[in-house]
């Protein structure tokens, strides 16, 4: 039962260091594309959902890979402009052991933090749309890019569509001129379900609670839109070795989910869009207690696939919750 | 003091991913050669024994190239016929983490299933040889390769020659018209040592027992030429990390070896192969108590070996047995 | 705050198997340049220290290249001798799980054992030097080397120059028919700090004690010169899974570290190197406690680092000894 | 200006041997996606036009990452069916100087050899479709394919469709038990535009003529819907050297194209399809004179990128024609 | 004999792709530094010369391993300011045969743009210089750069330093509102050797004659400071094949060096910095005919080595100008 | 037809820079091993002759490796003898376009230098032999290796086997004390084969002639036992690019080959050892003049196989011979 999704975001391309090589070292550069939400449309497109992407990406041969790399992960790009104009990147070095994954942003002047939509005609996007995703990246990443955002979630609102919004709150960002707290909360009080933890509930609605589900009651007197909130705790026994778990905000209870032990981790990046695209997808095709668990799970599978899309079938994603085939040969 | 060992089995072309990519990611693969048959031959050659295959190759470059790789192995490949058509291959998705193993199988319509073996002169073939090693994937993959079994198991009899038979149970085989119990029966009642654990005894052998030792005697009462049952117990916490332990069935008693903890495992594909090499070489050599452990150490130091043969000298596992060196830095 | 230091060893080349293949299997090697004194100097100059490296290098490309190695990590180099012959090699396979790594040595008869540092203005080479570093493989690998090395460390006294050395004893090295108790308690007393487990002591000062302690006092007993000896005990779970801890004796008491657990270890070569470099940069710029802190978490990094070379900040150092972002992602 | 064009044909996965090894020396292959009637696809959508492909492909992660290199490439895989079987393959040794490249196919039972394209409503399918494509593979693979592709040929002819066929006569297929000359005239006849050189004219119709335009007058005259025949002259000086130029016959005149020299070769793969789409494109938006050279153009490029598939674009192609910017650095 | 040469320039990582893939294929990027300036000095430090390079990098890890990169060259790094922001880029597409290389840049707004060298003290950094060399491209990067060359050059007349420049005309840079008329005749006219063809002539010079003798003299005309103006001819047979001369003009004759054909080229980048660095080093240390002649022979072999730094010694430029060894294998 | 050959000489463990890389930029190496007369075996092997070879190899991981490369090859190694020491290393850097190729050795003090086939019984070993193959490296490396090769050879003379040497003069050998004045004539006398070219003749023989058939006259008046005296003349063009012919001398007449052009080489080590494995394979299966031609086109076809092995078949060196499939695509 396919369902249509509509996203936001950046498409940025990734440079890692090969192994566990440090940049200092590495001579060579897998490269790759990502991005939060694009991520996160990469997960439901390959769960058989329509996808589409709003985003800008340059008219260069980089910008063409991208495209080119969301087709094959079967995301229609019609709402993507192509623009003179450089790519974001990013480079990752990542760790091992006790030692931690660096990133390195080169994002800044990107043709996508230069676009403003003109000329979209935004209810045309949403007709017949069941799900808008954002992030709080786009907002933080340039004036005309919240102002997008803005935009486009009025649409989605006034096309009745299910919104939701991942807050990652990123302290290097933001550095237009506005505070979190002068954007984001407008933006929020467009979405039904939120993904924040304390610090972002902190930084971008002025909550500073310890309890979690006390502070999203606060969020929710402050942003009345808001149903579900969810957050996953992640300890990071070492760069190699996390513990994860997922907790889920109802107005009624909060749930939590099955907690993971995840030693031998491949790659960490896209853990958390692994993780909102789960719980997109459960929440559409399953209820709240199974949705969490699915999210948590299909998080878990994304340490060990390497690159930022989590290709893992809702099969396997399945298979984990109920405790299946966990690490078995298949054949 | 080498002993000569004859095998019977197909020789697969392998190809399996880079590191921890998915089939959907992978651009390049790795590729060697490998069959359970002859991953325990390439065991038993590498620890300075006279081994023999008798398989059959396509009369091609990919059948060379895996004739080069037994010949580097030091295995005699007289035996080996080559044929046109092609070659059995199998694709190898590593997995890790909770993410499971996957292998894809092509090895229908190979020149080893249409193998029959005419003009052999099996007497020949079996003078002055110690053992002779046989898995239940040949009679598997066609009539004609069950029926090629049942030939040379009848030769290997009449030669008293010592008989072991991996049973190693496979689904997604046997899909030429005959079920496992038509053809293992009259197989298995050929062999002294046999592998199986109690989903094998059910499939092949049609007991359906939840006690080991039980099961085994049941197998003995079918099949009165059943002298040893062995079986590994591999616990999957995850694809990275098992545990692992051997279990002897003798007429007096049940053996036990330590259980071996095996996180970071590199590569499990061949670890039964290992295992019953191990065995082979231990029953020829040593005590069944010695013989047993010896199996189990070289099945664990295989996982640490990349591809399907385990390249670990009869030295290394003594001292894995022992607990000397373990993970030390040698120089 | 910058220290001059200058160490006294050979830079070999270092062939290293890619992944976790066999020697066996191996069909390219990594290449990089190592030697447990340029290890040691690497570190330094990384810290920032300025660092020169006394040693010989063939006339050929290999000692170019190796020479350009040096440069690049910042080392002076104005010391090296570059002469006709060979380069001092090693192979190293890297271990798994219970499998051993192995190292193989292919360094007799190279340029460095014949190196006599004869036309050497010692004298000047002490000039404003606060640190001389050598370490037990040097006199271990020609009479040529062992005098040089005595020469050197007379030098350094001379000139009032704090002087550690490694004791590292090495079995397989010694074969110019001098027993390390006829060279090293010479050497060792010119030194103020020694790294020397039991087993150094035993082999390089007869001392034949099972406490370390008393062990120590016995040492600066026969060599009144040793102010300080470190350790580091090692427990090998497997090739992939130490635990690593540091002991610090001094007069006046016995200074034990935190123990690291160091699951999914990268590459172990070095680590040693890596705890005598942050001990030298500790006891140079902090106090003892902290100097020991300093260099079991310089140690426990460099595991995580492929290569010889220990490419971690003094911030990460720090950090991991106060516990702070470990094995987080930083962005 | 876009037309939408329906192809037909077997998407195989290919596996070569990296740089100029030969398949006795291989350990790794590179892994892509290739096929005649796919290759000329993939040309006309990366040249921005409307482009569907009939075939089959396994219900497993092979075809499923088959399908997803089609999706990259922007075909439409609407009427493509996953079925339970095994995906064809092929293998490559890339030639060099004297030495002559070597293709090891393994295509038999594959699920495209056993497709019949039942259920499939044909006239729906070339509704609206300006041109078709078809090659003399597909009929040589088996009788089902033979069968289909005749099917597939009527309905195009149905619906007004222009037909182009790429006769491509293959000696070691056809072996299903039917003669190309028993299949084949019966495909032509549905055709307006051949590829055909003399050796295919022999086989598939024949015409036993040295002239081509007389082979072709008389090919016209057995097929009278035949309007265009085209032929490339390959000249093979080596394996990376070769020279090539094109013809194209029509009822009035003989064109002939510039002739290009080709030292250096990178990939000949995929040339003769290059052409085929380059011709189609040519013919479809331009002249005959320059929908030749067109073609021919577009083949030479192709040999300058590694892989089955002709990443250039149409600017690229024209400028070769003009000869502007020839092998200059672009920045 | 040494001489003492200071550079200004920017340092950009250089992404290229492996092979001859095309961007849309790349996976992954081989990555290394380069930069027009950097490039002539890391040729003239390999020839033992003393270089120093005045630069700007970002203070993180692509930074620091720029000036890894450097120091391994050994080229002084202590005229490199480190600052906040991001480091120039450049992507490269390998072309081969009739298919162009190509390069994107991604170098606007890096820490070089806003260099303005502030603080520094130019007198002290040209004290017993022999040679400055700069080029067009750092005036065309922006107003800041032009202002930081014109103010290098001031101090390097005021100090009666050796002045080259490599006009080299980018059209795609000069951004900032100025055109390279406004810019470079007042630098110019601080040099007395300049590298420039009749385009660079017309674009930087208003200088638009067909005749390159003719030509020299205008510009000397404009600019007395000039002594000396080179250019080479690249005849482009093809992205692979290319032939290579150089004119030397002077006031009193024009100097025409050997022609050398240049099949299977290598890598063409840091061609025309070869022939710069050997145009220098044969003017110190050489008269103007073999400096012509060693100029033009250091970038008929910068074509055979990978990257942008032409790692050949002086040695084999003198050889090949000699015409000896040529091709061989020597052992 | 087989016939028995055996051949002495040293393996070597080959290092070489990847692609076109030079030493000092490379960070890995691709591994493998040769020799002069393991390549002639090697070749002879591949033709379907029983090879034995006569060598030592380390008793380590090295030496085994080694001889599993042999193994692989299909030569005999129970003439091998294992011992304690060094395995013989050389590093090649593949040269390009005029840039030469390099090749550092480091075989000194390796166990075949140190090997003198003691407790060995030569007439056992040439019972049944048809041929002997040996080259002047042999006994340049040391007077162990000299006198080995001498007693070797006067065994292959008292039992009637023909013997071939490759003079193979190498300046930068023969450091032992002996010129090859001192040696060769000896040996020389020997054998009925001789490849050598004028050089090879003035330093071994003292002939000091220009006149290729008057040097040989002279040979033969010198040596009586020589009948055949084998050249081939390399036009070295530039690294990528040589000619090939050969010339065979007899008492009768002069035989010349045809000239090959050579664009595009791979990899040229070995190419001598090719000719002489093609002459040898010529003169036990073909007459003369065949002989020389196989010799010469097994010569030209080795230059497109990367390793020092040359992994072509008997029909693929006809073919070239005949000019049949040059260069064309195979399937």
Redesign the interface.
């Known amino acids: 039962m396919r369902k249509r999704i509509v996203t936001l975001g950046e498409v940025m391309m990734r440079?890692s260091t090969?192994?566990?090589?440090?940049?200092?070292?590495?001579?060579?550069?897998?490269?790759?594309f990502g991005g939060s939400e694009a991520n996160v449309g990469v997960s439901l497109a390959y769960w058989h959902q329509d996808v589409s992407l709003i985003s800008a990406l340059p008219a260069?041969?980089?910008g063409?890979?991208a495209l080119?790399?969301l087709?094959?992960a079967?995301i229609d790009t019609s709402y993507i402009d192509t623009q003179e104009g450089?790519?974001g990147?990013y480079?990752l070095?990542n760790?091992?052991?006790?030692?931690?994954?660096?990133?390195?942003?080169?994002r800044?002047?990107s043709v996508f933090s230069h676009h403003d939509g003109q000329n979209m005609d935004w209810d045309q996007v949403f007709k017949g749309v069941d799900w808008f995703h954002w992030s709080g990246i786009t907002p933080a990443v340039s004036a005309k890019a919240a102002s997008l955002c803005l935009k486009v979630l009025q649409a989605a609102k006034r096309n009745g569509v299910m919104v939701s919004g991942d807050i990652n709150y990123?302290r290097?960002l933001w550095r237009y001129g506005k505070s979190p707290l002068d954007i984001m909360p407008e933006l929020i009080a467009h979405s039904q379900v939120i993904i924040a933890g304390l610090t972002d509930l902190a930084n971008c609605m002025d909550i500073h609670e310890s309890d979690f589900a006390y502070a999203c009651e606060k969020a929710k007197a402050l942003c009345p839109s808001i149903q579900l909130v969810a957050t996953t705790e992640r300890d990071?026994?070492?760069?190699?070795?996390?513990k994860l778990k997922g907790t889920l905000w109802t107005e009624e209870r909060l749930i939590q989910s099955k907690t993971?032990d995840?030693?031998?981790?491949?790659d960490?990046?896209g853990g958390g869009d692994a993780f909102m695209a789960g719980l997109i997808y459960g929440l559409m095709h399953r209820n709240k207690e199974q949705a969490l668990e699915f999210a948590v799970a299909a998080s878990?599978?994304k340490?060990?696939?390497?690159?930022d899309a989590n290709?893992?079938s809702v099969e396997?994603v399945d298979q984990?919750v109920k405790g299946e085939?966990?690490?078995?040969?298949?054949?």
């Open positions: 440079f090969p192994g566990h090589e440090r940049f200092i070292q590495a001579r060579n550069y897998d490269a790759e260069n041969d980089m063409r890979a080119r790399f087709k094959t079967g450089r790519m990147l480079f070095e760790g091992a052991m006790q030692r931690s994954s660096k990133i390195i942003y080169d800044f002047d990123r290097n990071s026994l070492s760069a190699s070795h996390n993971y995840m030693p031998n981790i491949v960490r990046i878990v599978l340490h060990s696939v390497p690159g290709f893992v396997e984990l085939n966990v690490g078995r040969l298949l054949r």
